[in-house]
């Protein structure tokens, strides 16, 4: 494996864990708009 | 153990997810297994070829990437079985909400919002695991598949009378290599986050807990500060999850350069030489992972 090849590779993964990362606190910060929800 | 079978049924789809999760370790375990296999071969297949006897090395299988391929699906499959059942808990929860009947309101409201918790802490529970397995078995498949194409590489230049030492030498990515690349992603990244998730979720249960048999107009308060922490505990796992996913891309490219097969080849005496044909397949599942993505990013932030 040449080093373009690593990189495009690292950049892939990168990219994809800022996205998942940015998905589950989303997905667990809902609970947040939900328990509001209860609220008086 | 027991208190823990009564919380079974609270838990939405405990018996789906549990056994994906547990199938899914159990067919990764097998990947392990396989592709350790494979490199123990190889490894024999390089030392006699070191000493003049091809034989091995001809008779080696190239391996295919779908053991790669089931190991990054399988998890990733059980993640969104995890949030689609967050997510069905959710629906209820809204669905509770619109009806008339203020008991059926207050008694369908508070067993989704259960539910939701249950749900997202039984994902937080069963789909680290499933991750780490992944990780484990994706490193070690890539690592046979690459390195068998590497050895057949150099099998080929030898029946040519050419120079095979390089490739010989230095047929393909190691797999320790591999599996601290791509474990550096899962824990300097994930971790914080799901860290942070399950901290968030005992803190809201907890004050949940705390507000029962309390005057209808002292919950509130009580409510809100369980949610007001649970989200700055988030907040904070966000931020070291993004400076953790920097860090882990750092870190795979030091060890992509300090560790290239390609170049330890290029540094054998006469060895290297570029051989094309390494495939379009590794590239172009890159591209679309990084379309993917873009796209949830701008998905999520619209």
Known sequence: ?40 | MSAMADRIPEIPGFWLIAALALGTIAVEIAIVLLSWARLSRQRKAQARATDGDWQAIAALKPPSRLPEIIATLLPIAVAVTSAVLVQGSRNLLASALNQSDPTAKVLGALRAVNGELNAIAMGLWVTPPTFVAGCIAVALAISARRRAVGLRRAESLAARHDDASAWLKFPGPRAGVLLAAIGAFIVLGFGPIARAGFAAIATTISHFAAVTGLEPQDKGPIFLEGLVRASGLLDRGFLLARAGVAVAAVVALVLAWGFSPARARAGVPGGSRPVHGEGLFGPIVALGVIALAVAGFLAAHR
């Open chain 1, 1 to 40: 494996m040449d080093m373009r090849r690593s990189l495009l590779y690292i950049v892939a993964g990168s990219a994809a864990a800022w996205v998942g990362v940015d998905l589950l606190y989303n997905f667990l910060r809902l609970p947040d708009s939900y328990g509001r929800l209860f609220l008086p």
